[in-house]
C-alpha cells in the first residue's frame, strides 16, 4: 500500500515528499479542503488558499506525482470550529491545531483513506521511535521549529500509521534541499496562522462567528477601568497586545465573564500574579501514564520547558506544579508533558 504525503505548499511537506521518492517510498499526494465556505465569501477577493493549491500542484508536476483534494470541511467544522467556538465563549484559551493533527490530518483523513494508504507522511518536525511496547514521540532535531507540542494528542495508533521525513533535519537543511531538489516552494515563507486560516486573520474569523460585545477594562489592583474592549473573547490570560491602553505595559490577567470585563495588571505588577501550579484534565498519555513525577512542561510553542512536578488527582485529572512561575496560564490551553527529548502527551489546563 502507498503512503499518502499531506503537501500543505510550503517548504516543508515538499522536501518530505522528495525525500521519501527518493527513498523508493510508494507515494501518494493529498491536499486536504478544510476551509470554511461562509469564510470566502464574508472576507471576499481571491481565495485565501489558491496560492496554496498552486504550489502544491507545481510540486507534484515537478516530480511526477498526482495529487488528490480530499474535502473534509463538514468534519472540520464538527471536530473542530465548534470546539473553539465554545471555548471561546466559555473565556477559556482553545489550541485549535492540537486538535486539528488528532481529529483531522491524522483522523478524518485516515479514516476516509481507510485501507487505501498504510501510512501518512507530513512535513511535521517531530521524531517517531519505535520500542518493544509500542512507538514514541521524540522532539525533532530542530528546538525551534519542533512541532510535537502540536501532536501531543495524537494516539498510539495513529503514531504507528505516521511518518515525520523531515524531524530529523534542522530548518537550514530542509531550506538547503528544498534548492536543491528546485521544488517551486523553495523560497517561499513559511506560513502563520490556524491550522486552515491561510491568510483570514485569526481575530477576523473569532469576530465573524461571535461578533463584538463592548465591556470595561479594569486595573486589578486598583479597581479603576482604563478602557474599553470588544469582546473577551478576543484575548487571553498573558495577552499584552491589542488592548490600547496608554501608561503600559498592561497584561490581561484575568476575565469576568458575566460583565463582560477584562483585568489587566501593569508589568510592575504583574510578575506578583504568575502562577506556580495548576490542574490539568482530559490527559492523553501516548504510551500509558508517565514514567515518574518529575519531568519537564511546555506551556506554548516553543523550545522553553519548564521543570514540574506532576501527582495524579482522580481519573485523568493531574495536578502540575511548576519550578518557575509563569504569567501566561489560562484554561483552555494545553500542556504538554516530556521527559527529556520523548513528548510523553498532555492535557487541558483547568
Not at 194 to 222: M, P, T
Not at 225 to 232: A, D, E, F, P, T
Not at 251 to 270: F, I, P
Amino acid at each position: 500500500m502507498k503512503t499518502a504525503v499531506l503537501l500543505s505548499g510550503g517548504v516543508d511537506s515538499s522536501v518530505a515528499l522528495r525525500l521519501l521518492l527518493e527513498q523508493g517510498v510508494d507515494v501518494a499526494a493529498y491536499y486536504l479542503k478544510v476551509w470554511l465556505e461562509d469564510e470566502v465569501q464574508t472576507f471576499g477577493g481571491d481565495c485565501p488558499w489558491e496560492e496554496d493549491l498552486r504550489f502544491v500542484r507545481a510540486t507534484c508536476e515537478a516530480v511526477g506525482v498526482p495529487v488528490q483534494i480530499v474535502s473534509l470541511q463538514t468534519e472540520y467544522y464538527e471536530r473542530i470550529v465548534e470546539h473553539v467556538l465554545a471555548e471561546l465563549r466559555a473565556g477559556r484559551t482553545p489550541s485549535p491545531d492540537i486538535f486539528c493533527n488528532r481529529r483531522i490530518k491524522f483522523g478524518a483523513f485516515l479514516e476516509r483513506m481507510g485501507e487505501e494508504a498504510a501510512t501518512v507522511a507530513s512535513g511535521h518536525y517531530a521524531q517517531i521511535e519505535s520500542t518493544a511496547s509500542g512507538v514514541r514521540l521524540l522532539r525533532a532535531a530542530d528546538p525551534v521549529k519542533d512541532q510535537t507540542y502540536f501532536l501531543s494528542q495524537m494516539t498510539q495508533e495513529q503514531l504507528r500509521r505516521v511518518r515525520f521525513p523531515i524531524g530529523h533535519l534542522p530548518k537550514a537543511e530542509v531550506r538547503r534541499l528544498a534548492q536543491q531538489y528546485e521544488l517551486p516552494s523553495r523560497d517561499r515563507k513559511d506560513s502563520q496562522g490556524i491550522c486552515f486560516l491561510g491568510k483570514i486573520d485569526y481575530r477576523q474569523f473569532v469576530e465573524f462567528h461571535l461578533g463584538q460585545r463592548q465591556g470595561d477594562i479594569i486595573d486589578a489592583d486598583s479597581g479603576q477601568r482604563l478602557g474599553r474592549h470588544l469582546g473577551y473573547w478576543f484575548y487571553t490570560i498573558g495577552q499584552r497586545f491589542g488592548l490600547g491602553l496608554s501608561g503600559g505595559p498592561w497584561y490581561v490577567v484575568d476575565k469576568h465573564l458575566e460583565d463582560n470585563a477584562l483585568l489587566v495588571a501593569h508589568g510592575e505588577r504583574r510578575d506578583a500574579r504568575n502562577r506556580n501550579a495548576f490542574d490539568v484534565d482530559g490527559a492523553n498519555w501516548i504510551d500509558g501514564a508517565p514514567p515518574q513525577q518529575r519531568l519537564q512542561v511546555k506551556l506554548r510553542h516553543g523550545p522553553r520547558t519548564i521543570d514540574c512536578s506532576l501527582q495524579h488527582v482522580r481519573d485523568n485529572t493531574w495536578h502540575v506544579d511548576l519550578d518557575e512561575a509563569d504569567g501566561g496560564i489560562a484554561s483552555g490551553q494545553h500542556a504538554v508533558f516530556y521527559d527529556a527529548d520523548v513528548c510523553l502527551g498532555g492535557a487541558i489546563i483547568q
